[in-house]
């Protein structure tokens, strides 16, 4: 991809088909919430997404937005507000704080409430409030059947106010002018180079660099340096964009994670099945918000589909960790350990008694965040391919061709004992929190702290120093961060 700008082209003449609005690079969840938004406001929306697809990270998500304030809450009785919400969140990221950037968390504190009411009224159902601590009230909201209906929301919205979504368009440059303002852009779709203009500016939700090795060694620790990303495709794009610019970066180094995760399976989930009519996702938000937990079996194990990470109480209990050629690993970094084999991959392995003991709370295999437990019947029914049972070390390591020799060492006195093992597990990115520094209306900032006309930031790629650890507070910032930045970009092409 090419990083300079298009300054020599200032003269360049454009015909009205190549003139938009506000034009958005990444078809994710962000940039969909931006197109939605702007398209909503008035304006000519073009939507870039370089993937035959749109979705990006959003799409392998669980789909919890945490939020304060929003009529979900006020119906089940709960009185919230966002000074309340930035208290919690500080609680996540005590120690980070100096890092951090306040007057992002405050603007994400304060719009994310409106933001989830806004998906509502767009036909997102939303099942919940559920708990997490340390938040102190119920601001966990899970959407039913998942992030695919956000997704088909916000593309159904952006598409009925008239915006053009081209896939398969991968961005080549920004187009500046002699007063470095970004005016336009150049892509490349089916063998062809574009260049198109935005008179109220160009958003960047192109997403994290966690699938980019260059920079992951450049600004990352080595285990998250060599950990494998849910969402190889999120290469840095916007990163490579902007370098011309000078735009300012914020945390680069700073991840949580990696996490140790299994395997996605290669079929469909239940949730990823569902339709997305809306009234059927009303009626399920309403089962999933009411029904007792034994009721929520299918949805658990719909879940354990994505990347869901083993808890750490299995070690506890005496599970093993090793890698896939039966070397024993350290259990008490275990994604760090599992980062740094050849192969970035382990099994956790058990005497069959221990496996038995994670059959009812407090032992539990994994969690559905604010929804339920998954225990091990759960996988042997839901994911029999992540579990391997034997009689010995002997009969699994012919099972996981492994080196018999070196699984009996690691195993010690279970080596002769009847045997569980769960994987294959391996160390995982969700995201990164580096990203470009941006203004509580989303504008990219250049090193000297002043906004770089006519560019915005939203998502990852806007995460402006925030440092957001805690389950539903991407997917607040990425669906809050779009709508501002939409709604503002709009407006701005109306002023010009």
Not at 23 to 45: D, E, F, H, R
Not at 270 to 298: Q, V, Y
């Amino acid at each position: 991809m090419s990083s300079q700008t298009g300054s020599d082209d200032a003269d360049l003449h454009f015909s009205a088909n190549d003139s938009f609005d506000v034009i958005v690079i990444g078809g994710g969840g962000s940039g969909l919430a931006a197109a939605a938004a702007a398209g909503q406001a008035g304006a000519k929306v073009l939507v870039l997404e370089k993937q035959p697809q749109l979705g990006g990270t959003t799409g392998w998500a669980v789909g919890s937005i945490s939020a304060a304030g929003t009529r979900v809450q006020k119906r089940a009785g709960i009185h919230d507000d966002s000074q309340s919400f930035i208290e919690d969140m500080a609680a996540f990221t005590a120690e980070l704080l100096p890092r951090d950037n306040p007057g992002l968390r405050a603007m994400l504190a304060r719009e994310a409430g409106p933001t989830v009411d806004w998906l509502e009224d767009l036909g997102v159902a939303f099942a919940g409030p559920y708990a997490e601590p340390p938040h102190r009230v119920l601001r966990m909201h899970n959407t039913v059947p998942g992030p695919r209906l956000i997704l088909d929301r916000l593309e159904r919205a952006a598409r009925l106010s008239g915006a053009e979504i081209q896939t398969g368009a991968a961005t080549q440059a920004l187009l500046v002018d002699a007063n470095k303002q970004v005016y336009g852009v150049t892509y490349r779709v089916g063998g062809h180079e574009r260049r198109v203009m935005a008179r109220g500016g160009v958003i960047l939700a192109s997403g994290d660099f966690s699938g980019n090795d260059t920079m992951r060694q450049a600004h990352l620790a080595s285990a998250a340096a060599r950990a494998v990303p849910i969402n190889p495709n999120n290469r840095g794009d916007g990163f490579a964009l902007v370098q011309p610019l000078k735009a300012a970066l914020c945390n680069m180094d700073a991840i949580f994670g990696p996490q140790l995760r299994f395997r996605r399976a290669s079929r469909l989930g239940l949730n990823e099945r569902m339709p997305t009519w809306p009234w059927l996702a009303k009626a399920a938000a309403f089962f999933f918000t009411h029904a007792p937990s034994w009721m929520l079996k299918p949805l658990v194990r719909s879940l354990m589909i994505a990347n869901m990470s083993p808890s750490e109480r299995l070690f506890e209990a005496g599970a093993v960790l090793v890698a896939s050629n039966g070397q024993l690993l350290d259990p008490s970094r275990p994604a760090h350990s599992v980062a740094h084999t050849n192969d970035r991959t382990g099994y956790i392995v058990m005497a069959a008694q221990v496996a038995n003991q994670f059959s009812a709370l407090p032992n539990y295999i994994s969690t559905a965040p604010g929804i339920a437990y998954a225990f091990f019947k759960d996988y042997a029914r839901g994911r029999p391919d992540l579990v391997h049972s034997a009689e010995n070390a002997s009969g699994l390591a012919v099972a996981l061709q492994m080196d018999e020799f070196s699984l009996a060492s690691s195993l010690g006195v279970l080596a002769k004992t009847p045997l569980i093992a769960l994987g294959p597990v391996q160390a995982m990115l969700t995201t990164t929190e580096g990203a470009l520094s941006v203004d509580e209306k989303c504008q990219v900032l250049d090193a000297n702290g002043s906004v770089l006309a006519g560019l915005y930031a939203v998502g990852c790629m806007g995460q402006g120093g925030m440092l957001l650890r805690g389950h539903g507070l991407h997917l607040a910032w990425a669906f809050t961060s779009g709508r501002i930045a939409g709604n503002i970009a709009a407006q701005s092409s109306k002023s010009d």
